[in-house]
């Protein structure tokens, strides 16, 4: 008989002059957190890159280390002045690059830049940066048809909506399966060329890499294998209906350590597990046994590097740009406010629910008209797949209706910005905005709404965020929404405007006091220490 995992259900409460919850004498709220593990307790201590990095080392010491995900943290580019080095933006990348430095290690992730092919050896390294090395990228190419199949096909168009619940079909093709089956098998090929005959740890981010767990086990056996999964997973039914489930899950088995952002996510996974494959789950440990093999499951909240984002705020390129904003989109020069959101247009992201918001907002407080601007910057994001399509004209048909109905001759309620903003511009909306809006249907984390806390060392702006984030979990001073109640919606974010200031200073202060406990280094120290333990063939007992 299996150990049941003790659950409590209970219900949070919302105190209406604070909107902060309040705790019943269980310890879930409706969200579906169950018992926490220990570690996921914030520590008063704050974590630091030299910690982390002093972690690494002595990971290094016994073994490679090998970081791996679809996206590469440096593209190479053909521009008008010759090739140059792109950094996608990517919170990600900051966190991860430094310990790849640190310890010389390598990073294996797919070559997708222009100039990509042309500054590698003939083994499809380069090194970054190229004119003083620190670390190896090596890259791995993808045909059309291989990128069709296993990221717009496998990875966006099916486990990237199975996963999230936003009510948007997933579409399976066997095609598809086969080429991200291919591609899995080609990531696996190129780390063991890198890994030679040495030990190594491989650090697997996120979902497009399910099954190279295992793929890498069966050859390697004595690999340390972690993953990070940085979306949501979902309840055992929503996943039945995924054609190669046990597949996919016998290959994220190969793992030793398999991290989500939060507790509910790593329940909802050994649920999935002990209901559909061969396995023990303990759940008193949070392990799953497969073929003897144990494979860890943790929760380790992603965050950001609050300090550096901090001080990139500061910067005179942002006061720059914070002007030009404020110059182009004023409307109303005595008491003009923003209403500001940033993200990828993505159908997860609540973007259509937070225009008809706002739209309520108006119809239930003209006397806004004219004073307040709602202003999206948004990154088109995945246009080869459909359901991204359909979305993007859903939107422009919203945004004409709202400014139809409300619009005067001097005033534009809403202007919705499609571009590739740049970080400096996107530091300068998060400064200008009185009110952020972060309303995802469903998230694992969310590093916006932590990036715009991070932006305002001032102490000002509200946020107004998602439960169904992560970060809602840690960001309790936020003004929490429920995105699909859009009269509630209206409602909190009229709140969150006529807020006084000494409340939002208050609430500001206290979420910038919840990110420096749990920044991006902390989250990398969490992993680090259970692989040391691992290396060492000791439980980690403060993590259970």
């Given at each position: ?7 409590f259900?209970s219900?949070?409460?919302i ?21 926490r593990?220990?570690?996921e307790?914030a520590r008063?201590e ?13 990971v290094?010491k016994?073994?490679k280390?090998i ?8 593209v ?9 080095a792109?950094?996608p933006?990517?919170g990600?990348v ?12 390598t990073w294996?992730a797919?070559g997708s830049?222009s100039a ?16 003083h090395?620190?670390?190896?990228l090596?890259r ?8 069709a199949?296993?990221?717009y096909?496998?990875s966006?168009n099916?486990?990237w909506?199975?996963?999230h619940?936003?009510y ?9 399966w086969?080429?991200?089956k291919?591609?899995?098998e080609k990531?696996?090929?190129a780390?063991?060329?890198e ?6 740890v ?12 295992r793929l890498?086990k069966?050859n390697r ?6 993953q ?7 309840n055992r039914?929503?996943?039945?209906i995924?054609p ?7 290959g ?5 350590i398999l ?8 329940n909802?996974?050994l649920d ?8 023990k789950v303990?759940y008193?440990?949070f ?14 909240p992603?965050?950001?590097d609050?300090?550096q984002i901090?001080r ?5 390129a942002?006061?720059?740009?914070l002007?030009?904003?404020r ?13 500001v959101?940033v ?11 937070r225009?008809r918001g706002?739209d309520?907002l ?6 806004l ?14 246009t ?8 993007d004209d859903k ?9 139809w109905?409300h619009?005067t001759e001097?005033w ?6 499609r571009?590739h903003h740049d970080?400096v ?5 998060y400064?200008l905005?009185d ?10 984390m969310?590093?916006?709404a932590?990036e715009?806390?991070?932006a305002r ?10 439960t169904?984030?992560?970060a ?6 936020a003004?929490l929404?429920?995105p699909?109640?859009?009269?509630l919606l ?5 709140a969150?405007?006529?807020?006084p200031?000494?409340?939002?200073q208050?609430?500001m ?6 990110i420096?406990?749990n ?6 120290e ?12 000791v439980?980690n007992e403060a993590?259970v």
């Amino acid at each position: 008989m299996r150990t049941q995992l003790k659950r409590f259900t209970s219900s949070r409460l919302i105190d209406p002059t604070l909107n902060k919850p309040t705790w019943s004498t269980a310890v879930t709220d409706e969200l579906g957190t169950t018992s926490r593990i220990k570690g996921e307790q914030a520590r008063e201590e704050r974590a630091s890159p030299q910690t982390l990095m002093s972690l690494a080392s002595q990971v290094a010491k016994d073994a490679k280390i090998i970081v791996v995900s679809n996206r590469e943290p440096v593209v190479h580019e053909l521009t008008d002045h010759g090739i140059e080095a792109i950094r996608p933006a990517s919170g990600l990348v900051t966190g991860l690059e430094p310990i790849v430095k640190a310890v010389h290690g390598t990073w294996v992730a797919h070559g997708s830049g222009s100039a990509d092919r042309q500054v590698v050896d003939r083994n499809d390294r380069v090194g970054i940066p190229r004119e003083h090395p620190e670390y190896i990228l090596r890259r791995v190419w993808l045909t059309r048809r291989e990128e069709a199949g296993y990221y717009y096909g496998l990875s966006n168009n099916a486990l990237w909506p199975l996963c999230h619940i936003a009510y948007t079909r997933p579409v399976f093709s066997r095609s598809d399966w086969d080429q991200y089956k291919a591609v899995n098998e080609k990531f696996c090929s190129a780390i063991l060329e890198e890994v030679g005959q040495e030990r190594a740890v491989i650090f697997i981010q996120d979902y497009h890499l399910a099954l190279l767990p295992r793929l890498l086990k069966n050859n390697r056996p004595d690999l340390t294998v972690v993953q990070f999964w940085h979306i949501p997973w979902p309840n055992r039914e929503a996943f039945r209906i995924f054609p190669w489930g046990e597949e996919l899950l016998d290959g994220l088995l190969g793992n030793d350590i398999l991290g989500f952002h939060v507790q509910y996510h790593c329940n909802n996974f050994l649920d999935t597990v002990d209901r559909g494959i061969e396995a023990k789950v303990d759940y008193e440990h949070f392990r799953v046994f497969r073929g003897g093999h144990p494979t860890i499951v943790r929760p380790f909240p992603i965050s950001i590097d609050q300090a550096q984002i901090g001080r990139d705020a500061q910067q005179p390129a942002v006061a720059v740009r914070l002007g030009q904003l404020r110059t182009q989109f004023t409307q109303a020069p005595d008491e003009q406010q923003f209403i500001v959101g940033v993200d990828r247009i993505d159908y997860t992201k609540g973007i259509l629910e937070r225009l008809r918001g706002f739209d309520t907002l108006l119809k239930d407080h003209p006397e806004l008209k004219g004073r307040v601007t709602f202003l999206n910057f948004s990154a088109p994001s995945r246009t080869h797949v459909e359901a991204y399509r359909e979305l993007d004209d859903k939107i422009d048909e919203l945004v004409d209706e709202v400014n139809w109905r409300h619009q005067t001759e001097q005033w534009v309620p809403v202007q919705f910005l499609r571009s590739h903003h740049d970080y400096v511009t996107v530091l300068a909306a998060y400064q200008l905005a009185d009110v952020l809006m972060v309303t995802s249907l469903h998230d694992g984390m969310n590093l916006v709404a932590k990036e715009f806390v991070a932006a305002r060392g001032d102490e000002s702006g509200v946020l107004v965020l998602s439960t169904y984030t992560g970060a809602a979990r840690e960001l309790e001073d936020a003004v929490l929404v429920n995105p699909y109640d859009t009269d509630l919606l209206a409602e909190q974010m009229y709140a969150a405007l006529t807020m006084p200031q000494s409340d939002r200073q208050r609430r500001m202060r206290h979420l910038r006091e919840a990110i420096a406990k749990n920044d991006i280094y902390r989250w990398g120290e969490r992993i680090f220490q259970e692989i040391l333990h691992i290396h060492k063939g000791v439980p980690n007992e403060a993590a259970v």
